[in-house]
């Protein structure tokens, strides 16, 4: 990400297992351990050393587990209250012997799962050389609700912390990483949001990341192929395709076996929507607003900036290519997991104001977009979320109600106005 090159060399030491003072203290003191022994060997050049442990409390940190039966215990305990991830870092200029330590620590919440939950987690990624037993760069993400700090720190190395301490030490890496981020980028105006915007990504390169994710998809959920489920859905998916803010793309609508009450978009034109969902609705004009949102989180391409804003171009690059290459593999990895995270509120109103419109103009009853909003909020008392619930991606519906309301009359109800300016607690 940096555009630095490098390469790994494994150290000879003995970690540190016991906390005797802090958790920063170990972490600091493994990570310059390790570079000291390196370092030693070399005539020049710079040393990075890492050591990333979760601290659990009183004193007792988790590091890699020794087999699965450990692993497993091990993500039961931590998804039983919050956890810190630490990450020493130690920089050594070999030639000069000059030396900076550092650490950072990010705080880390997880949605329990249950035993059979962690065994098909584990069916999916080795935990043997991952602190905690868990990665939330993969299929660890889905059950990670919440993080507090830096994000690449829970991977094992704090990108901004390392940035700079290997200034301190001389080594300016911002203008790679400017030239980078930059190529490629372009400034268009958006139909969808009526404003003008920079993305690293062209239309072309959105599509192939589309096509990578659709094929990974379809690898983890069944495809429903019952003619008149898929004739409805794509004779919704046709008539709002036609009114939509991008007429570029051909969107591709397809539905999956599962009782979750869920729909899912992906860059590039590809919209899912989960069985279960279409078992709730009442009417065409419900699903079409479930889909009608959908389209609006594609035409504002929202997943694609979301994408771009945590993991940066060079993943989205790799996630557009298929090669048995281990890196572009996770490049793709990283981008599924994101497909079930939370939009941000702005995205979700926005989605909903889109889909309103195009309902509107493609002669569905857009009223009923929020009686199903309304069904849902009902449906969330009753059940706890699944995995892949609609109020896990699609958060804030009493707010999402008011919006759409605020589309569909042009005009703000008083109790809409106190939910769209209330605070959530």
């Known amino acids: 990400m940096m555009g630095v090159s490098f390469r790994v060399q494994l150290s000879q030491v003995k970690e540190i297992k016991k906390i005797e003072t802090t958790c920063a203290a170990l972490v600091k003191e493994n990570a310059l351990l390790k570079a000291r022994d390196v370092a030693s060997r070399l005539q020049e050049g710079v040393v990075i050393g890492a050591d990333t442990v979760v601290y659990i409390g009183h004193k007792q940190i988790v590091g890699k587990?020794?087999?699965?039966?450990?692993?497993?215990?091990?993500?039961?305990?931590?998804?039983?209250?919050?956890?810190?991830?630490?990450?020493?870092?130690?920089?050594?200029?070999?030639?000069t012997n000059k030396v900076i330590t550092g650490y950072e620590k990010t705080k880390v919440h997880m949605t329990p799962l249950s035993d059979e939950e962690i065994d098909r987690y584990y069916q999916h990624i080795s935990p043997l050389d991952k602190a905690g037993g868990f990665d939330i760069e993969g299929r660890g993400g889905l059950f990670i609700k919440k993080i507090t700090g830096c994000y690449y720190n829970v991977i094992g190395l704090p990108m901004a912390k390392l940035t700079q301490m290997l200034k301190k030490i001389g080594v300016h890496i911002l203008t790679a990483v400017f030239?980078?981020?930059?190529?490629?980028?372009?400034?268009?105006?958006?139909?969808?949001?009526?404003?003008?915007?920079?993305?690293?990504?062209?239309?072309?390169?959105?599509?192939?990341?589309?096509?990578?994710?659709?094929r990974q998809m379809e690898a983890n959920f069944k495809v429903v192929t019952d003619v008149d489920i898929n004739e409805r859905v794509n004779e919704i998916g046709r008539r709002i395709a036609a009114v939509c803010d991008r007429k570029e793309l051909v969107y591709t609508i397809k539905v999956f076996e599962g009782d979750e009450v869920n729909a899912v978009s992906l860059p590039g034109g590809f919209i899912y929507v989960f069985k279960g969902l279409i078992d709730k609705v009442e009417n065409d004009d419900q699903l079409a607003g479930v889909i009608g949102h959908e389209?609006?989180?594609?035409?504002?391409?929202?997943?694609?900036?979301?994408?771009?804003s945590i993991y940066g171009y060079t993943l989205l690059q790799l996630a557009t290519i298929q090669t048995g290459n281990a890196q572009m593999a996770r490049g793709l990895d990283l981008a599924f997991a994101s497909v079930f995270l939370e939009y941000s509120r702005g995205d979700e109103f926005e989605a909903d104001r889109l889909g309103v419109r195009y309902l509107k103009k493609a002669g569905y009853d857009a009223q009923q977009v929020v009686t199903f909003l309304k069904k849902l909020e009902e449906i969330q008392g009753k059940e706890a979320p699944r995995q892949f619930s609609y109020w896990r991606t699609h958060p804030f519906i009493p707010q999402r109600?008011?919006?759409?309301n605020q589309e569909i009359l042009g005009q703000i109800e008083f109790r809409d106005y106190l939910n769209l300016t209330g605070e959530d607690e």
């Not at 699965?68 to 030639?95: C, F, N």
């Open 179 to 214: 030239c980078l981020n930059v190529m490629g980028c372009a400034t268009e105006y958006n139909l969808a949001t009526q404003s003008q915007e920079t993305l690293l990504v062209s239309t072309d390169k959105e599509i192939r990341l589309g096509e990578s994710l659709s």
């Open 401 to 404: 109600v008011s919006a759409a």
């Open 295 to 308: 389209f609006g989180h594609i035409t504002a391409k929202h997943s694609v900036k979301k994408l771009q």
């Open 65 to 95: 587990p020794r087999d699965l039966k450990e692993a497993k215990r091990i993500l039961r305990i931590l998804m039983s209250h919050p956890q810190w991830v630490y990450t020493g870092l130690a920089v050594i200029d070999a030639k």
